[in-house]
């Protein structure tokens, strides 16, 4: 009868909970996805803007001063490197640089950064291909004062300060009582004289070399004091990493690096 066939017990399947695991299973494997591409592409962005346009470093010291500061337990100024500025040129008298240690005469008291641990060693390596961590090398900033070709010299005799090519120069971004307090603190050590340190030279830049210099001229272990190296002191262009163009940290000193010409 058909009264008899509708009172058959029925049996239904109730997959509300199933199906409801399975959307948030779902729906978490989706945000997982989600975050791991985001981090892919900022990782690979990070790769090409580190490895082929900008780069953050930290000033290690007060060679630089006042233009860049940099010291034992203060805010070391965080600079901003353009590597491109020289893929299609070369360096020029002013330019702020950030160059490879040339040497080891200029490695000084420098210590790797990496970890003995092999493994922990390779994790650092490839951080540094995204910026977080610092490569692998003595990074050094100074500014360019003559290039290939010419002669580099200074005698404090004869009061001229250094020269390139028997000129004097223009190095408004050297500051002069700076170098006087350095003087009288040291007594008479460090900073007399027109060349703020010993005499130097006649020296002649090799070609694809530069020579850089300290703002900071007597606390500056730059070109003067590696002259016994192979190179004599110049830095090869293929070492330099590349031009200084602002600092970006501390707040209050933030802003562009000058590249004042000291031949013009």
Same mark, same amino acid.
């Given at each position: 009868m058909n009264d008899s066939t509708d009172d058959e017990p029925k049996f239904v399947i109730k997959d509300g909970d199933a199906t409801g695991d399975d959307a948030k299973s779902s729906g978490?494997?989706?945000?997982?996805?989600?975050?791991?591409?985001v981090v892919a592409i900022v990782l690979?962005?990070?790769?090409?803007?580190?490895?082929?346009?900008?780069?953050?470093y930290v000033v290690p010291s007060e060679s630089m001063e006042s233009t860049l500061h940099g010291c034992y337990g203060c805010s070391n100024d965080h600079i901003v490197i353009d590597k491109m500025a020289?893929?299609?040129g070369e360096p020029q008298p002013g330019d702020v640089v950030?160059?490879?240690?040339?040497?080891e005469s200029w490695d000084g008291t420098w210590q790797s950064p990496r970890s003995s641990n092999p493994v922990i060693h390779k994790i650092q390596d490839v951080l540094s291909w995204v910026a977080l961590a610092p490569p692998d090398e003595n990074n050094l900033v100074k500014r360019v004062i003559a290039t290939g070709g010419q002669t580099v010299e200074c005698h404090n005799a004869d009061g001229k300060g250094?020269?390139? @090519?028997?000129?004097?120069?223009?190095e408004p971004y050297i500051?002069?009582?700076l170098q006087v307090d350095t003087n009288t603190s040291t007594e008479g050590i460090l900073g007399g004289g027109s060349c703020y340190g010993d005499d130097f030279g006649p020296l002649k830049v090799?070609?694809? @070399?530069?020579?850089?210099m300290g703002d900071n001229r007597s606390s500056s272990a730059d070109s003067r004091f590696h002259q016994e190296d192979q190179y004599h002191g110049t830095v090869p262009v293929d070492d330099i990493r590349g031009k200084v163009r602002?600092?970006?940290?501390?707040?209050?000193?933030?802003?562009g690096v000058g590249d004042h010409d000291p031949q013009s």
């Open positions: 978490f494997g989706k945000i997982v996805k989600e975050i791991a591409i690979v962005l990070m790769f090409v803007f580190t490895q082929f346009l900008f780069r953050q020289y893929r299609f950030v160059f490879k240690a040339p040497s250094v020269t390139v @090519n028997g000129k004097p120069l223009d500051d002069k009582d090799p070609d694809g @070399n530069v020579w850089v602002f600092i970006l940290f501390p707040f209050s000193r933030i802003g």
